[in-house]
């Protein structure tokens, strides 16, 4: 799949009020020195949202580095379209044509942020859905824990298509909080010291 960007979730940055701002910036200069070594990748930081557009970066080598920056709850790797309906449902086409097998379920899961689309989220779940009926006219429909969740975010500078979500390592970003000691006296205490400390910067 050949994706345009890499779409970045929050973790508990969105309860931080004030500190919002600065946590994010915190954030995406800690990805940019995580990604370093893709110079094609840009890091834009939004309110609610980070995008990695990867200019042609592979994705499948970024996302194991991703999944290692603390701050971000998931992410997925997306494609981006210009909010036109017709290329949405070409592009939800195309994406089924790669991943689907004949065996999957599916839904559709539209969010629409910029309410000056044309279709409600409810409408573009059925718009998608039948886009994506007309090429595999036997495929199951499953609301509930379906195989193949494809997702459509509409935002105010673009449409953008997904079918991934990828767990990031969740916590508040690292330069964000105070430090913290870990005493390492056997190798589970290191697992321990992750799962419970999972916002603390451990130096030795």
Avoid at 22 to 46: T, Y
Wanted: hydrophobic share 35%; glycine share 8%; proline share 3%.
């Amino acid at each position: 799949m050949k994706y345009s960007e890499i779409m970045v979730r929050y973790g508990e940055l969105s309860t931080k009020g004030k500190n919002r701002r600065s946590f994010i910036m915190q954030l995406a200069s800690n990805v940019r020195q995580a990604l370093i070594d893709f110079p094609a990748l840009k890091v834009h930081a939004d309110r609610d949202r980070m995008h990695l557009i990867l200019n042609g970066e592979d994705s499948d080598l970024i996302i194991p580095k991703l999944q290692k920056v603390f701050g971000i709850q998931n992410f997925s790797p997306s494609i981006r379209v210009e909010k036109d309906l017709e290329q949405i449902k070409q592009t939800a086409q195309e994406i089924m044509k790669e991943i689907y097998t004949g065996k999957e379920t599916f839904k559709v899961t539209a969010r629409r942020s910029d309410h000056t689309f044309e279709q409600t989220s409810d409408e573009l779940n059925v718009t998608v859905g039948d886009a994506v009926m007309d090429c595999f006219p036997d495929i199951k429909v499953q609301m509930k824990q379906p195989d193949i969740n494809l997702r459509v975010e509409i935002r105010s500078n673009g449409a953008f298509l997904s079918y991934e979500t990828i767990l990031g390592a969740a916590g508040l970003p690292v330069g964000t909080s105070g430090k913290g000691m870990l005493m390492l006296s056997r190798g589970d205490r290191f697992a321990s010291g992750w799962i419970y400390g999972d916002e603390t910067w451990c130096r030795n």
